[in-house]
């Protein structure tokens, strides 16, 4: 069932490409449509903190965020070797004072910083994010479900290598630890939403290997991918 509290960011997530300025106020909790006049033109995105609190002191706390964003987007190497996408892909110059980048280049960049998406996992189950075109990048277009320019990447039977079943079977292990936990069982029966945010269950599972974490792929880049892919499987099961 589609979720309306995200229902605002669905124009946005249909396009290919978000100028940079642009990117970093979606990122931040805000859609802008013109730039020059932001405090006239602009939506809170998650329709749930609408609802909650005053429309202009949300805004003002999520431009705050938005600048903060914008600075380390300016101050960031865009093009790390380790992040599997192409120049000619991810950035294009529109005009002298406008560049635009490819959304799925800005997610990645989000997950790399360590940022916080909330509606990612809700833009995977609509269609209109492969989770892989973020983590692994791409170097030929293709079309996602949701018409969005995609990714013609690794032939889905590839076969899993040693290590990535290693980590993958870790992780099935640890959440079956989890489940027969006295301790996890017991935050359970005192709040029922513990583990109900994405982000808090990543953060317990990365937070056992602390630094060691990436090696076991237990890193939150890796994790929010599974996460995202498994949702897309068992919302397929569940339509079928």
């Known amino acids: 069932m589609s979720d309306s ?11 290919d490409w978000w100028g940079d300025q642009e990117a970093m106020y979606i990122c931040a909790g805000l859609i802008v449509r013109n730039l020059y006049d932001p405090d006239q033109h602009f939506t809170v995105i998650d329709a749930e903190a609408r609802a909650k609190d005053n429309r202009n002191k949300i805004k003002n706390a999520l431009r705050e965020v938005q600048e903060n964003l914008f600075t ?3 101050a960031t190497d865009h093009n790390p070797p380790n992040w599997g996408f192409d120049d000619n892909d991810v950035m294009r110059v529109v005009s002298n004072i406008r560049v635009e980048w490819k959304k799925e280049y800005v997610l990645r960049w989000a997950q790399v910083k360590d940022i916080e998406i909330p509606w990612f996992d809700w833009a995977v189950e609509e269609g209109f994010i492969d989770p892989l075109d973020v983590t692994q990048g791409y170097s030929s277009h ?3 479900d ?5 990714a013609n990447r690794m032939p889905e039977n590839k076969q899993m290598g040693k290590t990535e079943r290693e980590n993958l079977v870790r992780l099935i292990g640890i959440l079956r630890n989890m489940l027969k936990d006295d301790t996890v069982i017991s935050d359970l029966k005192r709040s029922k939403d513990l583990f109900k ?3 808090d269950l990543t953060a317990h599972i990365s ?9 076991k792929g237990l890193g939150p880049t890796k994790l929010n991918t599974i996460w ?5 499987i068992l919302k397929k099961d569940e339509d079928f």
């Open 228 to 232: 995202a892919e498994a949702k897309k």
């Open 197 to 199: 945010e994405t982000k």
């Open 207 to 215: 937070g056992l290997y602390k630094e060691d974490r990436e090696n």
């Open 146 to 150: 949701n018409g969005n320019t995609g």
């Open 142 to 144: 293709g079309v996602t």
């Open 72 to 74: 380390l987007w300016r």
């Open 5 to 15: 509290r995200w229902d605002s960011l669905r124009l946005e997530l249909k396009k």
